[in-house]
């Protein structure tokens, strides 16, 4: 079911009063407050449980609002955005005064967004300003992508939920840093690297790729309750079934040159062959597999291209170490 105009002014209205509404855009569903108000931004940290030194990002309902937002926009920031504005890029530049320093956790640049969704461009231009707002998951947990997943991570905790339906593009945006000559990927996501480079017209550069970061380096994030272990995609048999037979509930994302295999693992997900469908539904398969009782997931990196990069950067997240329980 998808949110009606008199749902979209409630949220605005809910937004107005200092509320939080989480809504749908075309990566994840975002848990949103009025970005220019700092108790309403506090409250966001609260109910995700996420540490206010971690950043969010503002919302806004057109590039042309872009200016109100920062202090300047370098031409590069200006090419990206024009190219991939609406869509899943979100561009880190120095702060505008508007922006209060609660939503940036204290930093004097700013990211921002335009979203290339329907209901969430609806709502930015009902409320007129601009929406903060992370994943609307609690902090480290595995990114919404239906609004039924929004209210089993946050129920009553956020005030209204719009629905837009599943979002189409699964992963969160890419994030690149325009604040220095030489912009850089901080986050692959929805817009390919190949694409950035292409409009850029020189490589990029991307901090930490599955070959130089192993499994285990970085504290988990994106991640399921179940663990996550990460093997050679020939491997993904052979290293399920051996879980299973030591005793744990073994989920598996099986790639697609397994299609049809008899597994003896608890619980299967058959990955779609195309990475367009993978990142739509990566985060839907882990909620799956945990719903499904698994302990331990088994999966494979898949090649780090395309929407690929972005699907092994999550995978490996969610296979980092957990904090003691
Ligand atoms: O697709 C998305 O980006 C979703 C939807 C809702 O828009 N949002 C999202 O927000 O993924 P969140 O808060 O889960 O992740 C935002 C990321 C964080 O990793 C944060 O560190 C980074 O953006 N970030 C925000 N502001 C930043 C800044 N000024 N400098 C560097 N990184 C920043
Ligand atoms: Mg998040």
């Known amino acids: 079911m998808t949110a009606s105009t008199h749902d979209i002014e409630k949220a605005a209205g809910v937004l107005r009063a200092g509320g939080l509404v989480a809504l749908p855009t075309e990566t994840v569903y975002g848990l949103g407050a009025n970005a220019e108000d700092p108790v309403a931004v506090a409250r966001i940290f609260q109910t995700k449980g996420r540490p206010p030194s971690h950043p969010l990002i503002v919302h806004i309902a057109d590039a042309e609002h872009l200016d109100d937002w920062v202090e300047t926009v370098p031409a590069a920031a200006r090419l990206l955005a ?33 979203p ?24 480290g947990s595995v ?23 599943p979002c189409q593009v699964g992963v969160e945006s890419t994030i690149v840093d325009v604040t220095n000559e030489t912009p850089s990927i901080l986050r692959p996501g929805g817009v ?16 930490s790729t599955s070959r130089v970061r192993v499994p285990g380096q970085h504290p ?31 989920g598996v994302l099986l790639p697609p040159s397994f299609a049809g295999a ?27 597999l945990d719903e499904r009782g698994c302990d331990l997931i088994v999966a494979a990196l898949p090649v780090e291209e395309g929407l690929g990069l972005a699907i092994a950067n999550r995978l490996l997240r969610a296979a980092g170490p957990r904090p003691p329980a």
């Open 82 to 114: 024009d190219h991939f504005w609406p869509g899943p890029l979100t561009l880190v530049l120095r702060r505008g005064r508007r922006v209060p320093l609660e939503a940036t956790g204290g930093l004097e640049t700013v990211a921002v967004r335009v």
């Open 116 to 139: 290339d969704h329907p209901v969430a461009r609806a709502l930015l231009t009902a409320f007129g300003g601009g929406i903060t707002a992370p994943s609307a998951n609690r902090f």
């Open 143 to 165: 990114s919404p992508t239906t609004a039924d997943h929004v209210r089993a991570e946050l129920g009553d905790a956020v005030d209204f939920v719009l629905d837009g339906g």
């Open 192 to 207: 390919t690297r190949e694409d950035l480079e292409a409009v850029l017209g020189f490589p990029l550069a991307v901090p």
């Open 220 to 250: 988990s994030h994106y991640a399921p309750r179940a663990r996550v272990v990460l093997v050679e995609p020939e491997k993904v048999v052979t290293e399920a079934e051996l879980a299973q037979e030591l005793g744990h509930q073994v």
């Open 262 to 288: 008899t597994v003896k693992a608890h619980a299967l997900v058959a990955l779609p062959g195309s990475m367009d469908a993978y990142a739509r539904g990566l985060y839907g398969f882990l909620r799956e």
